[in-house]
């Protein structure tokens, strides 16, 4: 938006927040103004909640600090494909789950 543009949304934020307070209802030059600058109060508002929706977005991302999985296998064992392979979670201790 052009500072021009932005200037015209203000100028209707300012009217309606006039009007909310029960001020300037019945003049016809601002009514006419809301009507034919509405539209860039509409763009102005909802870039600003988009810039905030963006905003709330970066704050919920976060990098994952989960470890990678440890594989291991055997390359010779019982079967024509090889031995015993493993997937297992780094945090698991071996022994605990020996076979």
């Known amino acids: ?17 006039l009007w909310d307070k029960g001020q300037y209802r019945q003049n016809a030059v601002l009514k006419r103004i809301h009507e034919n600058w509405f539209s860039f109060w509409v763009e102005w508002k909802t870039e ?14 976060v990098e994952s600090e989960v470890d990678p999985p440890v594989f291991s296998e055997e390359i010779e064992g019982q ?13 698991l201790n071996e022994e605990d789950n020996a076979d």
Not at 48 to 61: G, P, S, Y
């Open 1 to 17: 938006m052009t500072l021009m543009d932005i200037l015209k949304a203000v100028t209707v934020d300012v009217i309606r927040r």
């Open 48 to 61: 600003l909640t988009m810039k905030d929706v963006d905003k709330q977005i970066e704050e919920l991302f």
């Open 79 to 91: 079967t024509p494909l090889g031995g015993k392979l493993e997937l297992r979670a780094p945090w």
